[in-house]
């Protein structure tokens, strides 16, 4: 069984689209993640769920907005897709609250390309 | 500014080589520092994680180092394979209860036949 889990791998859509990625893991964990990797292969967090809580909100425009409806899913909402938003977005879980190291496991990606 | 910085930035070693990564880190206060390895196409894997009180850890062919008071980190691979041919990211948490992890930007690793 797949620990993280995303789809679509690949989404391709026009510039001022609305989109959506979600995000499932099924370990447990408390603490899901979304992270943002460009071009140059630098990973980004982009923002964090607790319990459903919003723990770490990076600067992001506000068209990025996650949403959580349980613990085990975060999804990733975008508003009027832009070129820049082109990249491979990775979602990620761990367990924080009550684990030493916190070890984030990361799903497969979604290759966003915006035209 | 809490940064990584690895080094180099790309590598090309023939099969059955060793060869080593480099990591500087300024993320304060330090939590742990882990290595993970991108295949093209894939989420990160981790390859080790080091406490402060660690300063080596091994997994398989992989032997990871820590030196916390200069602030350095080091991959060590052995006896190269050409499944090793990837990106290799190194990471730091700073103490906090968020989770929140600094990337380095990766060195890509490319292993010839």
């Known amino acids: 069984d797949t620990a993280v889990s995303q789809t679509p791998k690949y989404l391709v859509t026009q510039m001022g689209n609305d989109k959506s990625i979600k995000c499932e893991q099924n370990l447990g964990h408390d603490t899901m993640y979304w992270y943002k990797q460009d071009s140059k292969k630098f990973l980004k967090i982009m923002f964090s769920y607790n319990n459903k809580e919003l723990i770490i909100n990076e600067t992001v425009p506000n068209r990025f907005s996650p949403k959580s409806p349980d613990k085990a899913h975060l999804n990733l909402h975008i508003n009027s897709l832009e070129l820049g938003d082109s990249a491979v977005y990775f979602c990620?879980?761990?367990?924080?609250?009550?684990?030493?190291?916190?070890?984030?496991?990361f799903g497969p990606g979604t290759r966003l390309t915006v035209t | 500014k809490n940064q990584v910085e690895q080094s180099p930035q790309s590598l090309i070693i023939l099969e059955g080589k060793n060869c080593t990564l480099q990591c500087n880190y300024t993320v304060s206060p330090f939590s742990n520092l882990r290595w993970y390895k991108q295949d093209t196409g894939r989420g990160p894997v981790s390859l080790t994680i080091m406490t402060f009180s660690e300063n080596t850890k091994s997994n398989g062919r992989y032997t990871a180092t820590l030196d916390a008071d200069t602030k350095q980190s080091s991959l060590h691979i052995t006896a190269s394979q050409l499944s090793d041919s990837a990106s290799y990211i190194c990471?730091?948490?700073?103490?906090?209860?968020?989770?929140?992890?600094?990337f380095g930007q990766g060195t890509t690793l490319q292993v010839k036949p």
């Open positions: 990471v730091v948490s700073a103490k906090n209860n968020t989770g929140k992890l600094i």
């Open positions: 990620a879980s761990s367990q924080v609250r009550t684990s030493g190291n916190g070890e984030q496991y």
